[in-house]
């Protein structure tokens, strides 16, 4: 063993450090937290300042035990985990694990280069106690929010849910985007321009800057243009510039990744993970648009080279964020002269996205030219406008452009043919075309983003694990949507004869959205109501304020807690009187007009259903029940559209025959599903249960047997590693067995590497269950349980003595403590 041992978090980040030191150095990884907060309702003592009781994870234990072994044959120790308060956090978990001194090194880099590493070393300090009270301030809160609030849910709206308090301020935001959307009231306005043919086969375009209300007035318009003349009345062309946008932060890739390349924010970020962790870039996490002397010196030397000292303008960014830690930086390359990198295609894709942002940051603006002109109608003090624009020097748009949420936004502008005042206009068309106002658009993973960052929610690491929660419990889907067909008018003057004809367009369709599901809107509408504080946004803002007070050490952690924790507990107790029925998991929708039998939409264990009847006595007909389509909601479903539901076929229903056998459409506990050969496929969530057609159904089976067959990402002790989609989710597979990816994970990201990795943990998972086995009673076991060891004999779990070590355990000292152990209580009927 080398005399210095280094830990970080990372395998892959241990591999890279390790070849930057030299041979009196091994870095081990301790593979994220070794400790966390057990399961069981007691792990924090509120009546003594709210002190937390850690506990090894199970998991976590063999690593753990390999680290104690490394830390005795080391005569130094450093901690090298990340750079903020969560790499903090764990270096002082591992320092409590391992039982290390409170002076032992800590070191911390923004980037994985040899210089840094180095300059680290040379610079080492202790643990920041308050950056890791911070941290655990947050953990500690998130935990008494979730394990308080969690139960009324379940007593008051639904079993199995959760809230916590981040990701229940994001499903607010995402609500009510969807509220404003239902209430909008879309108005048509009629929008006109005119197409002037030029020399050389040029068109001019030019618009008139207002749109008018009516149909009416519109049509008024193009008939006083019938006969007139149109003429350039002015030129006018101004200079103009456009400057490059900061280098990015956390947020801003997030965002841009989404836009350009449409990366979902949690794979944005583990391929970040990867890139810093093979040294490619700076650290990931980060809310600092500011670069250091050197990054800048470097840049401007690539730009130099590459395109020219005319391209050059060096730019230091301020941070907006008062919060923000401008000692640290935005994310950039480690090396300006690598513009690209082999290897894993997104992982390129996303390097070359943050190369070209703090490349373009340091380049010279971009020099235009905007022309606009205007033309004049004889037969009317109105007047057209056409605008263009002129690139002079292209400066940093030689190598990037930021996108928009809104791509309709876009600057479309297009150069002007070549025109002169008082010159004549022949008309090809002037039209008068009805136009919708939009109500606003739904979120994205990057708009939600961006939404959470204005209103101060959240910090850069928690977006993304923030957005997967809310996902995964189901508060929200994203998913894409078909568009709904509605009709326009067009008055056209053409040859000073003006024709009208109606046109039908496509509207609303949404791609990558995130919609509240009904579970959401109810339980926000609940938390609104009754828990004002945990979702209001001023509120969680200022929360994120006392943390950063924490990490300055000038706000004792506990106290923060305490002030938060009293007026928390005591509307969790007044909430206990709150009336389920008044909550909105059920409403009366009105009476069937055929039968007379009352309707109502409740919100059931395996999600929305409309419901015909309603049996008040054992003897009365059942009630009949009827799933809600993806796009309907127990908040907002009305009584025509429940109506309409229940004309609907009913499921299950047969669609046709696929080899001789039929394809049944059905509903379960895990959703749609198609039936067929006794086998069960899951329908994808943007299909439609009551619509899939025999062709679909078809097509559907078919992608499902390609999914399992899987696609071969590596090879692992001679046999082939295969991905697939199964019923509870993405997975590998190996040798027959399959092991399901981690949260975040997907099979289209997944390297051969990672899926090693999953195999080893679940099989040192597996080989580290028992502790103990006797040969002689293969019944009777010790096991390594989640919350710690304890007896198996037989079907009968038994608690070990806290005084009795479980390797020491003889098979009579197991048959002894299960004769001492209470027996099970029996199962009774229920009265």
Not at 219 to 229: M, N, Q, V, Y
Not at 697 to 706: M, P, T, V
């Amino acid at each position: 063993m080398s005399k210095n041992l280094v830990i970080v978090e990372s395998p892959a980040k241990a591999k890279t450090i390790e070849g930057y030191l030299g041979k009196d150095f091994t870095v081990k990884s301790s593979f994220g937290h070794v400790r966390d907060l057990p399961k069981e309702n007691d792990a924090i003592d509120v009546k003594n300042g709210f002190k937390p009781t850690y506990i090894i994870s199970p998991e976590k234990i063999k690593v753990v035990n390999e680290l104690k072994s490394a830390v005795k044959a080391a005569e130094e120790v450093w901690l090298a985990t990340d750079d903020d308060r969560e790499g903090e956090s764990i270096s002082w978990h591992l320092k409590e694990a391992l039982g290390l001194a409170d002076s032992t090194k800590r070191i911390v880099f923004r980037e994985i280069t040899k210089k840094a590493i180095q300059n680290a070393i040379q610079n080492p300090r202790t643990i920041d106690v308050d950056l890791v009270n911070a941290q655990q301030a947050r953990r500690v809160l998130d935990r008494l929010i979730g394990f308080e609030l969690s139960p009324v849910l379940w007593s008051k709206v639904k079993k199995g849910l959760s809230a916590g308090r981040v990701q229940s301020v994001a499903v607010r935001i995402v609500v009510e985007r969807e509220r404003d959307i239902e209430n909008f009231d879309s108005k048509s306005s009629f929008k006109i321009v005119a197409l002037f043919p030029l020399a050389a086969g040029r068109v001019l375009q030019a618009e008139l800057p207002k749109n008018f209300e009516t149909e009416a007035l519109a049509k008024a318009f193009l008939e006083k243009c019938i006969g007139a003349e149109f003429k350039i009345k002015n030129l006018e062309t101004k200079p103009a510039k456009k400057s490059p946008t900061a280098p990015f932060t956390t947020s801003t890739l997030q965002q841009e990744a989404s836009r350009k390349l449409g990366y979902s924010v949690a794979s944005t970020m583990m391929y970040a993970q990867k890139l810093y962790e093979a040294g490619k870039i700076s650290y990931m996490r980060t809310d600092s648009t500011s670069l250091s002397e050197e990054a800048i010196g470097k840049a401007k030397e690539a730009i130099t080279n590459a395109y020219g000292v005319d391209y050059v303008q060096t730019r230091q960014y301020k941070t907006k964020d008062e919060s923000a830690q401008e000692a640290h930086e935005a994310i950039r390359p480690t090396d300006f002269a690598e513009s690209t990198l082999s290897g894993d295609v997104k992982e390129r894709r996303l390097y070359e996205l943050i190369w070209k942002r703090a490349i373009a940051s340091q380049m010279a603006d971009a020099q235009l030219e905007r022309t606009t002109a205007t033309v004049g109608i004889s037969q009317t003090s109105e007047e057209l406008i056409a605008q263009g624009e002129v690139i002079k020097f292209d400066g940093f748009l030689k190598v990037y452009l930021e996108s928009k949420d809104d791509e309709e936004d876009e600057d479309n502008s297009k150069m002007l043919p070549p025109l002169n005042i008082g010159q004549i206009l022949n008309l090809y068309t002037l039209k008068a075309t009805e136009r919708f106002s939009r109500p606003p658009a739904r979120y994205t993973e990057a708009s939600l983003v961006k939404a959470l960052e204005d209103k101060g929610v959240g910090r850069p690491s928690t977006y993304a694990p923030t957005i997967s929660t809310i996902i995964k419990r189901e508060y929200v889907v994203k998913e894409d949507r078909e568009g709904k067909e509605r009709s326009f008018k067009e008055i056209v003057l053409k040859d000073n004869k003006i024709s009208e004809k109606t046109s039908k367009e496509t509207y609303g369709t949404e791609k990558a959205k995130l919609f509240p599901t009904s579970v959401g809107m109810v339980v926000n509408d609940f938390l609104v109501e009754n828990f004002k504080e945990v979702v209001d946004f001023k509120f969680t803002a200022d929360m994120e304020d006392e943390f950063d007070e924490i990490a300055k050490g000038k706000v004792e952690w506990s106290k923060m807690i305490d002030n938060f924790y009293q007026g928390f507990h005591q509307t969790i107790e007044d909430s206990k009187s709150v009336d389920r029925n008044t909550v909105g998991s059920s409403r009366d929708l009105g009476v069937d007009p055929k039968t007379g039998k009352p309707i109502s939409v409740r919100l059931g264990k395996f999600g929305p259903y409309v419901q015909l009847g309603e049996a008040k006595t054992k003897d009365d007909e059942k009630p009949v029940y009827f799933n809600l389509k993806k796009d309907q909601l127990v908040t907002t479903i009305t009584l025509e559209e429940a109506l309409a539901l229940m004309e609907l076929p009913k499921l299950p229903r047969e669609v046709g025959f696929f080899e001789d056998k039929p394809m049944v459409i059905g509903a379960g506990k895990m959703g749609p599903y198609i039936r067929h050969d006794d086998k069960y496929t899951s329908l994808p969530p943007n299909e439609d249960p009551f619509t899939v057609s025999e062709e679909r159904a078809i097509e559907l089976l078919l992608e499902k047997r390609q999914a399992d067959v899987g696609s071969a990402i590596g090879t692992f002790e001679g046999e082939p590693i295969t991905t697939g989609k199964g019923r509870f989710g993405p997975y590998v597979k190996h040798n027959g067995k399959f092991y399901s990816l981690g949260r975040g994970e997907s099979i289209e990201t997944i390297s051969g590497e990672r899926a090693i990795e999953i195999i080893l943990k679940k099989r040192d998972s597996e080989a580290n269950k028992y502790l103990k086995e006797f040969p002689e009673n293969d019944s009777i076991k010790v096991v390594n349980g989640m919350y710690g060891p304890y007896i198996q004999i037989g079907k009968r779990n038994i608690k070990i003595p806290k005084d009795t070590k479980p390797e020491d355990l003889t098979l009579e000292d197991c048959i002894k403590l299960g004769e001492e152990a209470p027996a099970p209580a029996a199962r009774g009927k229920k009265k």
